[in-house]
Structures are given as structure tokens and as C-alpha cells.
């Protein structure tokens, strides 16, 4: 689908757009372009980071999937081409119903054009720290009462420690059934910090209407799984090293992580 067939608001960039472009995805307008392009310059390991990213994605679905988990809550998705949810898990099993909530108006009207009226796949405009209300929407679509695979990929470090991430995660948490999963990935200067800090630099230059980035070390990423889930092996791991099915392709820019309600 081209960007002229999408509804139109492209007056300033947003996350959701430029994540698409990294993609190769034609979900995004020329400002959002600009950006990337001014963000590749000053961090030209990016575009590798963001793949790298998705494809750990895929694999956690297709791990949630091979659990035998058919129903996905996947909080700050974006915009949901080139491999994402239902279609890695619809590879596997065609019964998938999947929820994408993002807070991004464009990115949630952009998700619908696309879906194109799939009665198992729905996006919704909420915001991650507000539980109750991801939570009541999600009982409306999803089945609680059966493991369900949650997903916060790349969207944890949008939240300020001010938010208390950790605490916000446990409400999600706590409403999971028994067998339910969460997968995360979250950006970290540990592996570059100089490459990561102009990447954050350049994404925030200027953009004033962006959410900003907060990068975190590893011990502070596996603090955010909380107590109540279990982590599967290898645990917090760069996002190529987390259960690979190929040879490294990029660097990673971001831990990874799988966990599961016992
Ligand atoms: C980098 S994209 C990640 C897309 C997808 N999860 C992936 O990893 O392939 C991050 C998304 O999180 C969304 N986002 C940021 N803060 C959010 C919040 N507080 N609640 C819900 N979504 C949020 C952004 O709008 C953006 O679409």
C-alpha cells in the first residue's frame, strides 16, 4: 500500500512511520524520511538495529505460537506490516486473533486501513500507562480466561523511570492467565554508547513533539520483567542473540527478553 492511499497526517514525523521506514515499509511520509535520514547519519548502525529488532519479533511470536498461544496483546505496535504479528503467527496457525494498541492516533488509523476489516486483528488507540483501560479493551477482543502472548517490543523506553515502567508492567502481569507470555525488547547503550547516543540525539533534535528515548543498561531491562513471570532461556540477551535461526545479520541496539507465567 502507498502512502496516498493512507489517511493523511504527515505535518510531523512519528515513531511509528520511521520505525516502517527502517523497515523498508511504505507506511510514511517524506518528513518522517528526513528524519531517518538525518538519524542514519549520525548512527549508521540503525537500520540494523531496528531490523535486528523485528526479527527477534518474529521468532518470539513463533515461540509464543509453538507454546500454544493463539491470542496476542501487543502494546505499542506500531504500524503492523512486513511481518508482523498475526502474520508470523497465521504461518503457523491460521487461529490467531491479535490486538495491536499503540497511543499513536496515525499509526492506529493506518493499522485499520491495512487490516482492511480482518474480524480477528483489530488496533486501538490507548496508552501503555494507563493499565486498566489496555486491560478493559483488551477483555473485550481477547479471551482471559487462555494463555495470552504479550508484547512490549520497542516501546518500553518511551517510558520515563518517572512512569515507573516496572510497576505498569506488573498490572499487565498480574492479569495474564497461567501459560501466558511476555516478550520485550528495549533499547540500551551498552553495546555503543556513543552510536545509540547520537541515534537518540538525532531522533530527538528538533522534535519536540516526539516522545523522547530513554536507553537502559541490562540489569535495569531485566528488573522490568518483575517477579511474577519466569524468564525462558537465554534471558536478557542482545537482540540477535536471543534463540537466532540464522547467522548475525546486524548489530543490536537493543536487549530482548521472553518470559512466562508460571
Ligand atoms: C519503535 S515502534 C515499535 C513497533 C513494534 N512493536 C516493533 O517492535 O516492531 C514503537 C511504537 O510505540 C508507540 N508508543 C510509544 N509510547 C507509547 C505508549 N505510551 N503507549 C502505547 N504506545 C506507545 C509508538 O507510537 C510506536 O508506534
Given at each position: 500500500?502507498?502512502?496516498?492511499?493512507?489517511?493523511?497526517?504527515?505535518?510531523?514525523?512519528?515513531?511509528a512511520?520511521?520505525?516502517?521506514?527502517?523497515?523498508?515499509?511504505a507506511?510514511?511520509?517524506?518528513?518522517?524520511?528526513?528524519?531517518?535520514?538525518?538519524?542514519?547519519?549520525?548512527?549508521?548502525d540503525?537500520?540494523?538495529?531496528?531490523r535486528?529488532?523485528r526479527?527477534?519479533?518474529?521468532?518470539?511470536?513463533?515461540?509464543?505460537v509453538?507454546?500454544?498461544?493463539?491470542?496476542?496483546?501487543?502494546?505499542?505496535?506500531?504500524?503492523?506490516?512486513?511481518g508482523?504479528?498475526?502474520?508470523?503467527?497465521?504461518?503457523?496457525?491460521?487461529w490467531?486473533?491479535?490486538?495491536?494498541?499503540?497511543?499513536?492516533?496515525?499509526a492506529?488509523?493506518?493499522?485499520?486501513?491495512?487490516?482492511?476489516?480482518?474480524?480477528?486483528?483489530?488496533?486501538?488507540?490507548?496508552?501503555?500507562?494507563?493499565?486498566?483501560?489496555?486491560?478493559?479493551?483488551?477483555?473485550?477482543?481477547?479471551?482471559?480466561?487462555?494463555?495470552?502472548?504479550?508484547?512490549?517490543?520497542?516501546?518500553?523506553?518511551?517510558?520515563?523511570?518517572?512512569?515507573?515502567?516496572?510497576?505498569?508492567?506488573?498490572?499487565?502481569?498480574?492479569?495474564?492467565?497461567?501459560?501466558?507470555?511476555?516478550?520485550?525488547?528495549?533499547?540500551?547503550?551498552?553495546?555503543d554508547?556513543?552510536?545509540?547516543?547520537?541515534?537518540?540525539?538525532?531522533?530527538e533534535?528538533?522534535?519536540?513533539r516526539?516522545e523522547?528515548?530513554?536507553?537502559?543498561t541490562?540489569?535495569?531491562?531485566?528488573?522490568l520483567?518483575?517477579?511474577?513471570?519466569?524468564?525462558v532461556?537465554?534471558?536478557?540477551?542482545?537482540?540477535?542473540?536471543?534463540?537466532?535461526?540464522?547467522?548475525?545479520?546486524?548489530?543490536?541496539?537493543?536487549?530482548?527478553?521472553?518470559?512466562?507465567?508460571?
Amino acid at each position: 500500500m502507498r502512502p496516498r492511499d493512507l489517511p493523511v497526517d504527515f505535518a510531523t514525523p512519528n515513531a511509528a512511520r520511521l520505525y516502517d521506514y527502517f523497515l523498508g515499509g511504505a507506511s510514511n511520509s517524506s518528513i518522517d524520511r528526513e528524519l531517518a535520514h538525518r538519524i542514519s547519519e549520525a548512527a549508521p548502525d540503525t537500520h540494523g538495529y531496528v531490523r535486528s529488532n523485528r526479527n527477534f519479533l518474529r521468532r518470539a511470536v513463533r515461540h509464543m505460537v509453538g507454546e500454544g498461544i493463539t491470542q496476542f496483546l501487543d502494546i505499542g505496535s506500531g504500524i503492523p506490516t512486513l511481518g508482523n504479528v498475526h502474520e508470523v503467527a497465521r504461518i503457523v496457525t491460521p487461529w490467531v486473533r491479535v490486538l495491536y494498541v499503540d497511543n499513536n492516533e496515525s499509526a492506529v488509523n493506518h493499522s485499520n486501513t491495512i487490516l482492511n476489516g480482518d474480524p480477528n486483528v483489530l488496533a486501538v488507540q490507548a496508552d501503555l500507562r494507563l493499565p486498566d483501560h489496555v486491560l478493559s479493551k483488551a477483555a473485550e477482543f481477547l479471551d482471559f480466561s487462555q494463555p495470552v502472548g504479550l508484547l512490549t517490543v520497542a516501546v518500553l523506553h518511551f517510558i520515563p523511570d518517572s512512569d515507573d515502567p516496572r510497576a505498569l508492567l506488573a498490572n499487565y502481569h498480574s492479569a495474564l492467565p497461567s501459560g501466558s507470555c511476555h516478550a520485550l525488547s528495549h533499547a540500551t547503550g551498552d553495546f555503543d554508547a556513543e552510536q545509540m547516543a547520537a541515534a537518540i540525539a538525532a531522533y530527538e533534535k528538533d522534535n519536540d513533539r516526539l516522545e523522547r528515548v530513554f536507553a537502559r543498561t541490562r540489569e535495569e531491562v531485566a528488573a522490568l520483567m518483575g517477579d511474577d513471570l519466569e524468564l525462558v532461556e537465554p534471558g536478557v540477551v542482545p537482540t540477535e542473540l536471543w534463540r537466532p535461526d540464522g547467522p548475525r545479520a546486524s548489530k543490536s541496539g537493543a536487549y530482548a527478553a521472553l518470559a512466562r507465567k508460571p
